[in-house]
């Protein structure tokens, strides 16, 4: 007789029951905003600071009826992460330092789109 270990409680009138594994994957998407600098700073801050606390991950997290069903195993797969630019942040006006607000129709990199003026005089850039 090939015995299998499993986490469930076996009772007298189990008896002639099969015993079937059910898994089930799941896809979690943890979206995240974060303000920094640049995206290694918000990878960095998020790293830090962000995502799933992974220790949460347990079998608290499954319904079990401890007669029927017991949780054996629980798995957490971390493929890619994605750093994607939402906007930046600007005051709305000179007046109030705090009243800010996220302008999304900035570019990630704004001094790359912006002209830069040439002072002919001088021959360099202003």
Known sequence: MNKETMPLSLFSDDEGKKIFKVKQYYT?????????KN????????LDNGG????????SLTQESFNECETSFIDVDTPDVK???VGT????????????ECDTSVPENES??????F?????RHV
Not at 89 to 100: E, Q, V
């Open 89 to 100: 942040i600007y005051p709305i006006s000179k007046d109030d330092p705090y009243d800010l």
């Open 52 to 59: 799933v606390i992974n220790d949460k991950i347990n079998r």
């Open 28 to 36: 979690l998407t943890v979206e995240q905003y974060v303000k920094a």
């Open 39 to 46: 995206r290694d700073e918000a990878f960095d801050i998020w």
């Open 112 to 117: 790359e789109n912006k002209v830069v003026p």
């Open 83 to 85: 750093v994607e630019y």
């Open 119 to 123: 002072n002919k005089t001088f021959g």
